[in-house]
C-alpha cells in the first residue's frame, strides 16, 4: 500500500508568494487524509493533481483562521464538482458551529454528506480496518490538537516453503494466511498464519504537531514516527515571541524528534518573515540531524517497513 504525504501548505500565519497556508495531505492508497485546511488549499490541491472525488477525511488541528479558512472555499469546490462521497471533518469543540454559520451565511446546497465529528477527548479518533488516529492536546494559545496516523500491524512476511510442506496447496488458500486467516481441511487439520510467516511487521506513523509550544508528553505521542512534521514558526533567537505566542522553534521542534525517536523531521508552518529557510534548517539539524525544511507541493513517500 503506498504512503505519501503532500505539503500543500507550509507558512503560518500569512501566506508568501512561495507558501500557502497550513494544510498538509497524506495519501494512502486511494484515500486521502487532510491535515488542516488553511486558505487556498483547493488550489493547491488543483496544482498538485491530488483530486477531489476520493475517499477522503479532514483533521483539523484548531480554529485559528490560517488552518480552517480554505474549508468553504473547498466544499463548495467539490459541490460544484458533483462529489458523491461523504467527507468526515474532525475538530476541536467549535468546528460544527463554523460549518454551520458558513453553510447558512453562504447558502450553498452541497451535493455529498459532510459528517463533523468533534474531538472532546484525546486518544483514538477515527479506527479503520487498517489504520487508525489519535490525537492530543497541545499547548498553543487556544485548545489545538496534534494528530498521529498510525498503521495497524500487518501481517509477517510469507514464506511458501513452509505452506508446502504443511500441504497447504498454493492459490486461494495461501493468499489467506497471507491475509492472517487460519485455514482448515476436511480432516479437521487447522494451519494458522504464525505457522507460514514471520512475526507482524509494524505499521508506518506520521505525527502532525498543528501549533504549539514544546510541551512535555508530546515525544510519547510521537514515539518512534516515522516521519515527526512539526511547527516551527520562529527561529531560536525569537524563543521568547515563541513562547508568548505559543509555538516553537526548530531546535524545540527537533529536541521533541530526538526525544520521540523520530525517523525524520520536517518543520512546516514557517514565519512569512523567513524568505530563506537555512537557518531554520541549521537551528534543527545541530539537534537533530535527519530534518528538512517542508516547501509546498514537497512530496514524501514513506516506503513499506520490513
Ligand atoms: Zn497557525
Ligand atoms: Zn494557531
Keep these: 500500500m503506498s504512503l505519501r504525504v503532500v505539503f500543500l501548505g507550509t507558512s503560518g500565519a500569512i501566506p508568501t508568494l512561495k507558501r500557502s497556508l497550513p494544510a498538509v495531505l497524506v495519501q ?9 485546511c488553511g486558505e487556498s488549499t483547493q488550489r493547491q490541491m488543483i496544482t498538485a493533481k491530488v483530486g477531489f ?29 458533483d462529489r458523491t462521497k461523504t467527507l468526515e471533518i474532525y475538530g476541536p469543540e467549535g468546528t460544527a458551529a463554523f460549518l454551520k454559520c458558513v453553510s447558512e451565511t453562504l447558502r450553498f446546497g ?20 487498517d489504520y487508525a488516529v489519535e490525537a492530543a492536546w497541545t499547548n ?8 498521529a496516523f498510525l498503521e495497524k500491524p500487518r501481517t509477517g512476511k510469507f514464506y511458501p516453503e513452509k505452506a508446502d510442506l504443511l500441504g497447504v496447496p498454493k492459490g486461494l488458500l495461501w493468499s489467506k494466511l497471507q ?25 508506518r506513523k506520521i505525527v502532525y504537531s498543528g501549533d ?17 512534521v512539526h511547527e516551527a514558526t520562529f527561529d531560536d533567537t525569537l524563543a521568547e515571541k515563541a513562547e508568548l505566542d505559543g ?30 529557510s ?17 516547501e509546498d507541493f514537497m512530496v514524501l513517500e514513506l516506503p513499506l517497513g520490513e
Excluded at 62 to 69: A, P, R, S
Excluded at 140 to 147: C, E, G, I, K
Excluded at 189 to 201: D, H, Q, S, Y
Design 140 to 147: 498553543h494559545v487556544m485548545p489545538s490538537l496534534a494528530y
Design 212 to 228: 504549539t509550544r514544546p510541551f512535555k508528553g508530546f515525544a510519547k505521542f510521537a514515539v518512534h514516527a516515522d516521519l515527526l
Design 179 to 203: 491475509h492472517g486467516q487460519s485455514i482448515s481441511f476436511l480432516d479437521g487439520r487447522v494451519v494458522k498464519p504464525e505457522e507460514v510467516t514471520g512475526k507482524a511487521r509494524r505499521g
Design 28 to 36: 494512502r492508497g486511494n484515500e486521502q487524509l487532510l491535515f488542516d
Design 247 to 276: 509555538h516553537s522553534t526548530p531546535s524545540q521542534a527537533a529536541l521533541q524528534a530526538k526525544h520521540a525517536k523520530a525517523r525524520m523531521l520536517v518543520l512546516t508552518h514557517v514565519s512569512a518573515r523567513y524568505a530563506d
Design 53 to 81: 472525488h476520493k475517499k477522503m477525511k479532514i483533521f483539523l488541528s484548531h480554529l485559528h483562521g490560517d488552518h480552517v479558512l480554505g474549508l468553504p472555499g473547498l466544499l463548495q469546490t467539490m459541490a460544484l464538482m
Design 110 to 129: 452541497l451535493t455529498f454528506q459532510v459528517e463533523t465529528r468533534e474531538v472532546r477527548d484525546a486518544g483514538v479518533v477515527c479506527s479503520e480496518n
Design 278 to 294: 537555512r537557518l531554520l534548517l541549521e537551528q534543527a539539524k545541530t539537534v537533530f540531524p535527519n530534518s528538512i525544511v517542508a
